[in-house]
């Protein structure tokens, strides 16, 4: 009995209650909504590039649970990683961007099977045929889409295969060692390790009108008269102040592609900038990645589109291009840039 409130203490508590939740919902009303949330409305995954370490700094996760809901391991996925020694696995890095990725309720990219890139020493030198190349080649995309079966949702199985004229490059280790049916194999490959992985063919600088553009669709047309699974083709998306494609042209393409059942994700998207940038090339970069959003949102075949690493300070333009860089959507210290705001107007629908 003694403990028991009196009738004004109940009546300051109540009100001492109602302006507490008044206070809470304020706050929480007025805290900004990421671009996953927006873009949910959408239907459309935002997604970035990242590596295994970022993921042990708060501030990067902090940021990085806003905004997106999809990840691409950067490099940690490619074949000089996953595989440095014949028939020796390192998973490490790819199993730590799986797990985040599910301990967060984020989708995953998976990047890249085949690529002539960042291929290992030992298959480079190697001394192989034409036979154990395809089952070097088969095994490991069984072990590796096999590992993450129904864990990775998008699989990039084959990574710029074409050159600039449209054809299959034949300056790539696997058209030289097995010849061009080395992508028809490994999307079978890919599709038979997990059957409800979303197989793609990503490619770089054919997001506009172009013979290479051409070519990607020859390609699609190509695999699926051979009744190969694919499900859509990733536009990298890798452009820079002043010569950033045509957003007719994308949509044009993109609406193309749809006609043969394809679906399209933004993969890589970047905008570099020749350094310093300046505030007037800040809000053309602004422009640029509205622009392309815009182009996807509008297209009803388009539901991702990712940034190629999540600050200026994660790109790897700088390193490849020295007097260039600013080329992403946050600053070093992960503090928005004008691109932020203008993908977050159009996610808004202002
Ligand atoms: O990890 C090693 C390190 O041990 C070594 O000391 C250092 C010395 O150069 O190299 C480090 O590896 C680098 C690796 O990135 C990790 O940082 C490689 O040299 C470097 O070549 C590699 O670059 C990557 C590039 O692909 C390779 O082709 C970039 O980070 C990565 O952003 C880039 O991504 C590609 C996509 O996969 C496909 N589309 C184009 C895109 C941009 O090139």
Redesign the pocket.
């Known amino acids: 009995m003694k403990n028991r409130l009196n009738r004004s203490q109940v009546y300051y508590l109540v009100i001492l209650l109602v302006l507490g939740l008044g206070l809470f919902l304020r706050i929480f009303m007025q805290q900004p909504r990421g671009l996953r949330h927006l873009a949910q409305s959408h239907d459309l995954e935002i997604g970035t590039?990242v590596s295994s370490w970022q993921l042990d700094d708060p501030e990067f996760i902090r940021r990085l649970l806003h905004d997106f809901s999809l990840i691409t391991p950067?490099?940690e996925m490619k074949f000089e990683v996953l595989q440095p020694a014949p028939g020796r696995y390192d998973f490490s890095g790819a199993d730590k961007i799986v797990a985040f990725a599910e301990n967060h309720g984020l989708h995953v990219r998976g990047?890249?099977l085949v690529w002539t890139?960042?291929l290992p020493e030992w298959l480079i030198t190697g001394d192989y045929s034409r036979e154990e190349l395809l089952s070097i080649l088969q095994r490991y995309i069984q072990d590796v889409v096999g590992r993450y079966r129904g864990r990775i949702q998008y699989w990039d199985v084959v990574?710029?295969a074409l050159s600039p004229d449209g054809d299959i490059a034949t300056n790539n280790f696997w058209m030289q060692r097995i010849g061009p049916d080395y992508i028809a194999y490994a999307f079978q490959w890919a599709h038979e390790a997990d059957p409800n992985a979303m197989l793609f063919y990503n490619e770089?600088y054919a997001e506009g009108k172009s013979l290479k553009s051409d070519g990607v669709i020859t390609l699609v047309m190509e695999l699926q008269e051979k009744g190969i699974p694919i499900d859509g083709i990733g536009f990298?998306m890798?452009t820079g102040l002043g010569w950033s494609p045509d957003p007719l042209e994308v949509a044009e393409n993109m609406q193309r592609l749809r006609k043969l059942s394809m679906v399209v994700h933004v993969t890589?998207m970047d905008v570099r900038i020749v350094e310093p940038a300046t505030n007037d090339d800040l809000d053309q970069q602004a422009k640029v990645y509205g622009e392309i959003l815009q182009t996807c949102l509008e297209a009803l075949n388009c539901s991702s589109f990712a940034t190629?690493g999540m600050t200026d300070d994660h790109s790897?333009i700088p390193y490849?291009y020295p007097d260039s860089g600013s080329a992403l959507i946050f600053f070093g210290n992960y503090e928005p840039k004008p691109a932020y705001y203008s993908m977050r107007d159009i996610l808004e629908g202002k």
Request: charged letters at 25%; a negative charge; proline letters at 0%.
């Open positions: 590039a950067e490099n990047h890249t890139n960042q990574n710029e770089s990298e890798h890589e190629w790897w490849v």
